[in-house]
């Protein structure tokens, strides 16, 4: 299954990341981001035992499991936990912009009708 992606796509891509590309980069890319999108179409095929699917860090966790079949695997990945790593004041006082407790970016999404 090849992928392509059109002139207008890679533009819009682009326009979202606030990119400026020339011409020779919107046709390289255009490529690119083919053979991206098709690289993860193949690893979506790949066969997977069924208490794998649909998970991701199982898929990493089989891909070592492979590499050392002598030894047990255990997944190194760390539990997801939410935590305050820096205080809300600190962190607000480093923003560049800010109105009152939110920091202030630019919209990269045109206002809606």
Same mark, same amino acid.
């Given at each position: 299954?090849?992928?392509?992606? #059109? *002139?207008?796509? @890679?533009? !819009?891509?682009?326009?979202? =990341? *606030? $990119?400026?590309?020339?011409?020779? &980069?919107? #046709?390289?890319?255009?490529?690119?981001? =083919?053979?991206?999108?098709?690289?993860?179409?193949?690893?979506?095929? $790949?066969?997977?035992?069924?208490?794998?699917? =649909?998970?991701?860090? #199982?898929?990493? @966790?089989? #891909?070592? +499991?492979?590499?050392?079949?002598?030894?047990? @695997?255990?997944? !190194?990945? !760390?539990?997801?936990?939410?935590?305050?790593?820096? &205080?809300?004041?600190?962190?607000?006082?480093?923003?560049?912009? *800010?109105? =009152?407790?939110?920091?202030? @970016?630019? +919209?990269?999404?045109?206002?809606?009708?």
């Amino acid at each position: 299954m090849a992928t392509e992606f #059109s *002139r207008e796509t @890679v533009k !819009r891509i682009a326009e979202l =990341g *606030r $990119l400026y590309l020339t011409e020779d &980069e919107i #046709s390289l890319y255009q490529e690119e981001l =083919g053979k991206i999108l098709n690289a993860f179409h193949a690893l979506a095929q $790949l066969p997977l035992p069924e208490d794998f699917a =649909g998970d991701a860090r #199982s898929a990493l @966790v089989m #891909s070592k +499991a492979i590499k050392n079949t002598n030894t047990d @695997v255990i997944s !190194r990945l !760390r539990p997801d936990e939410a935590n305050n790593s820096m &205080e809300t004041q600190m962190f607000l006082n480093q923003a560049p912009e *800010r109105e =009152g407790v939110f920091v202030k @970016v630019p +919209a990269i999404l045109a206002p809606s009708t």
